[in-house]
């Protein structure tokens, strides 16, 4: 049987990173596979930004531009230097020995067989805001209901008007805070008696007088108006002590309860936090195994933009085009050690030296 298609690097995931990295390293004439992903995690090609209309906060657009018609933008960029983009979704990887080796859903193949290999891999599967899954959400999301409040906070719809955030933790005070300058009032309700955001920022909320927090309270129902893409307009929230239930003023709610990286393919070969996230080295792509490197809100949950995820997505192209070219420099050396190489406990020791980049 024929060997499965070989590539020096292979991009996993189709955001802003992926697309930032897949340019850079096309034009570096690498000839990049990418795997785009079939509806991975249930969000289309192209990631978060297809889920949204209008982004205004992504530089060059001074008119703004939509979500998803940003997204064919970059994609077009990508193929437009060389990039190969591969319409499937990756379910397994082995990281573990080189060359790395993908396997991608509905496999033709024998089982075993990978689709792909590669000397170096981009993991940029990016992350997916939580939902609580309210009645009303699926109807007022987008308008009214909105998991980014520094995306989508400064719309004329929230200006001086009552929102709410849910969630304890740094991004709902972080985003509680922001959502000051534009609406009239922020209440932010937390589940349990206690916030779970680090001291100063609670200290911070608690202290602005644009806030109340509402401690032992959940949301229960979205309530809005009754015609087509009609706007939320009230909250039924609960007290979990007393079982109270009421009706407030809200035309926004903000969604900060957490976010899930796409990561379950890597956990055990790639180190990640106790959150999920791709532990990488402050400042840089690299993760815990040398030639694979991690950018975009895989390995980012403080940031979590557009901009800052194309921003690792350069920084990861950049740091694999380096190792590559360190790899290739490597192989004649390897070869000519080969032959010279010591026996660990009976067998070839490793192949590859541990990584040279950290
Ligand atoms: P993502 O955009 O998360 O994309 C990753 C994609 O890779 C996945 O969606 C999937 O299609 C694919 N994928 C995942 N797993 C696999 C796999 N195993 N195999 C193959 N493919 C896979 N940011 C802004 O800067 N401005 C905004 O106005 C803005 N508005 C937003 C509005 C909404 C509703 C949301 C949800 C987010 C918004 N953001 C905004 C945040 C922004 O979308 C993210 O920060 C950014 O998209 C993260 O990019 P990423 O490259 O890490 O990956
Ligand atoms: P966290 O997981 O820290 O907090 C999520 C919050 O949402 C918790 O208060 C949690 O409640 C609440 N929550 C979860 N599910 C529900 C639910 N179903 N109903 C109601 N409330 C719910 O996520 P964050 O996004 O806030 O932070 C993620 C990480 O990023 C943290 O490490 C944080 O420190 C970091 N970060 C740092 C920032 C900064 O330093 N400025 C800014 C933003 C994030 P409970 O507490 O009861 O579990």
């Known amino acids: 049987m024929a060997p499965p298609p070989h590539t020096k690097v292979a991009i996993i995931g189709s955001g802003p990173a992926a697309h930032t990295a897949a340019i850079y390293l096309s034009r570096a004439e690498l000839k990049p596979v990418m795997y785009e992903g079939m509806l991975a995690g249930g969000t289309a090609a192209g990631g978060q930004l297809t889920t949204t209309t209008d982004i205004e906060n ?23 230097f060389g990039t190969e983009i591969i319409t499937e979704t990756i379910t397994k990887v082995d990281l573990n020995q080189r060359p790395f080796k993908l396997w991608r859903e509905y496999e033709d193949g024998e089982a075993d067989e990978p689709a792909h290999t590669a000397d170096a891999v981009i993991i940029a599967t990016g992350a997916n805001a939580r939902r609580l899954a309210l009645p ?8 009214g209901i909105s998991a980014c409040a520094v995306c989508d906070g400064a719309v004329p719809i929230f200006r001086n ?41 609670a200290k911070r909320l608690l202290a602005n007088p644009k806030v109340t927090v509402k401690f032992n309270h959940v949301a229960v129902e979205v309530q809005g108006e009754n015609k087509p893409r009609g706007l ?23 969604y900060a309860v957490g976010h899930d990286p796409a990561t379950a393919i890597f956990k055990g070969q790639v180190d990640t936090d106790e959150e999920g996230y791709i ?8 993760t815990s195994i040398p030639g694979v490197f991690a950018a975009g809100d895989v390995q980012d949950k403080r940031y979590r933009q557009a901009i800052t995820s194309a921003g690792s997505g350069c920084i990861a192209a950049l740091e694999a085009e380096k190792y590559l070219a360190e790899l ?10 080969q032959a010279k190489k010591p026996e660990v406990n009976g067998d070839a020791a490793p192949e590859y030296r541990s990584n040279p980049l950290l």
């Open 58 to 80: 992504y530089p060059g657009f001074a008119q703004g531009i939509g979500g998803s018609e940003l997204m064919d933008q970059m994609r077009a960029q990508s193929e437009r």
């Open 136 to 143: 009303g959400e699926e109807t007022y999301w987008q308008n």
């Open 161 to 201: 008007k009552p929102l709410a955030v849910i969630g304890g933790g740094d991004s709902a005070a972080e985003e509680a805070m922001f959502l000051t300058k534009y609406g009239s009032h922020v209440t932010v309700l937390v589940r349990k008696d206690k916030l779970r955001a680090s001291k100063a920022m």
């Open 232 to 254: 939320m307009t009230h909250l039924k929230i609960k007290n979990v002590q007393s079982g109270a239930e009421e009706v407030m003023e809200a035309n926004g709610l903000f």
């Open 279 to 286: 532990v990488t080295k402050p400042g840089t792509s690299y």
């Open 328 to 337: 290739e420099d490597e192989i004649p050396l390897e070869k000519e050690n």
